[in-house]
């Protein structure tokens, strides 16, 4: 079965900093790979995805994500961060093609301090 | 993508009743999830439902306390049975087409 880890917690940023979220995931096959983000009271709300084709993803509202295959990794990154982009994200991994349900990681809580 | 409507958004029960969370999709789809979110975690799979037949529970997940309907391959309900504080979670709905659509989610609170 698949597996997603997030490495960091709690992410603590000035505006204007750079922003790299980690997320490794554990399967044999290819994968489809998501982020998604919650802001404070909301619900979940997708950022990007990965299917297939060039690994460097653009998401929504500045975000990117890079697949590396050979790391088993989707990394989530922004050049500088905004004090909006507080919130919840979620790195998510499903086989691809399969329509099996997501599977979540722990989340990184992103603070943006103005 | 799909669009979800889930309702209701919030609620407040007393412990010992049951809720049901009723999600529509604007689209025919073979799969439909539910999630819970407990406060300050990531979200836990519930059951996968498919129309026509039985859903399918998680681990740690049973049918008594969570039955699901899928009468048609645009609804389902999920209820919450027999409530406890412990059951006080956010309940997502989802579907599986591209992007993995989610509904807005429903905030429970158990008193």
């Known amino acids: 079965a698949q597996s997603v880890s997030q490495h960091n917690h709690h992410v603590i940023l000035s505006e204007a900093a750079s922003l790299e979220l980690g997320c490794n995931y554990s399967?044999?096959?290819?994968?489809?790979l998501f982020w998604y983000v919650q802001y404070p009271g909301q619900h979940l709300q997708l950022l990007l995805k990965?299917?297939?084709?060039?690994?460097l993803v653009k998401g929504i509202k500045g975000f990117e994500a890079e697949f590396i295959k050979s790391k088993f990794s989707f990394n989530l990154r922004k050049p500088s961060v905004q004090w909006s982009d507080t919130a919840e994200y979620f790195c998510?991994?499903?086989?691809?093609?399969?329509?099996?349900?997501?599977?979540f990681g722990t989340g990184t809580r992103l603070l943006v301090s103005p | 993508s799909a669009v979800i409507s889930q309702k209701p958004s919030r609620d407040i029960c007393q412990r010992g009743t049951s809720l049901t969370i009723q999600c529509q999709v604007d689209?025919?789809?073979?799969?439909m999830f539910w999630y819970r979110q407990q406060p300050g975690q990531s979200l836990t799979l519930i059951a996968t439902?498919?129309?026509?037949?039985?859903?399918?529970?998680e681990s740690g997940f049973v049918i008594d306390k969570f039955p699901i309907s899928r009468p048609n391959l645009t609804f389902s309900t999920l209820t919450v049975s027999n409530m406890s504080p412990e059951d006080s979670s956010i309940y997502l709905c989802?579907?599986?087409?591209?992007?993995?659509?989610f509904g807005s989610g429903t905030r429970l609170t158990v008193v």
């Open positions: 689209s025919q789809v073979t799969m």
């Open positions: 439902a498919n129309q026509g037949s039985e859903a399918t529970y």
């Open positions: 399967y044999g096959g290819t994968v489809n």
């Open positions: 989802s579907v599986g087409t591209d992007g993995y659509t």
């Open positions: 990965y299917f297939s084709g060039d690994p």
């Open positions: 998510a991994v499903v086989p691809a093609r399969s329509f099996q349900k997501l599977v």
